[in-house]
């Protein structure tokens, strides 16, 4: 936790270093779970479905990006969550409300780069009797960017605390994420992501997929479509390459709208 406060206060205190607002924009695609470092104004509906050996569920969430200052932006998301288990009944209802905190760590105009960090905080809104949420946790966050020839890479790293015991004594996982776009033109942009996720902490039922102290590994291809100047439409597929997974498959869309 020492740790954990010291990488918060770093990032509470680098934003100082962030570049002037006059310059310009650094524009970077959008994947679909790599976290983009890019501080802007946006609205954004998004769509997941995945199957796991428990069963199904989706999720349809609500979002609003908006800068406090030039080196700040805050974050609100609501989801609503359907889940459809194998061996109980169907439940649907709200989840978990997320706030995030984005802060700007460095800019640079000449070599394409961005780097922001920050911290996400997840509210117990949802019923933790029907499955829905109803978890306390806080996510430091550090995600950078670069544009390099022809490609955009986005990397990002995150590590997740419980704090109310709902899904284990104090569950803890780390998440590491790498992402390249390649813009094939102004409307149309391929991705391919690698998505990794190591259980460090948590309990874990007796017929549940061992993940404890394991790295769950997942490739994530896609595409941005840009039907209109300021919306992008983005969809990709997670697909797990490793023995120890959380799902089968788990799919991604979104449409967002810069303003």
């Known amino acids: 936790m020492r740790h954990a406060c010291a990488l918060l206060a770093a990032l509470l205190l680098c934003p100082m270093s962030a570049m002037a607002d006059e310059e310009p924009d650094i ?66 209802g709200p989840g978990d409300l997320e706030l995030q905190n984005k802060f700007l760590l460095w800019k640079s105009v000449q070599h394409l ?19 829905l949420g109803g978890e306390i946790a806080v996510e430091p966050f550090v995600t950078g960017g670069i544009g390099l020839g022809p490609f955009d890479v986005i990397a990002a790293i995150a590590y997740e605390w419980n704090l109310n015991n709902v899904r284990g004594p104090r569950e803890q996982e780390l998440t590491a994420d790498l992402a390249v776009g390649w813009p094939l033109s102004r409307w149309f942009t391929p991705f391919l992501e690698l998505n990794t996720v190591s259980k460090i902490q948590g309990q874990e039922g007796e017929d549940a997929v061992k993940l404890r102290g394991r790295t769950q590994l997942y490739l994530t291809p896609g595409f941005n479509v840009r039907p209109l100047p300021g919306a992008t439409f983005r969809m990709g597929v997670e697909l797990p390459v490793s023995g120890r997974r959380e799902f089968d498959y788990r799919i991604h869309a979104g449409l967002v709208w810069e303003f």
């Open 27 to 92: 524009k970077f695609f959008y994947p679909v779970v790599t976290r983009r470092p890019v501080i802007e104004r946006k609205l954004e509906t998004s769509f997941q479905h995945s199957k796991s050996r428990e069963g199904r569920a989706s999720q349809f969430s609500g979002a609003l990006e908006w800068p406090i200052t030039p080196w700040w932006q805050v974050e609100v998301e609501m989801p609503f969550l359907y889940r459809n288990p194998n061996d109980a009944a169907s439940t649907a």
């Open 113 to 131: 780069v961005l780097v922001s960090g920050g911290f996400e905080l997840r509210l117990p809104s949802g019923s933790e009797r029907r499955g």
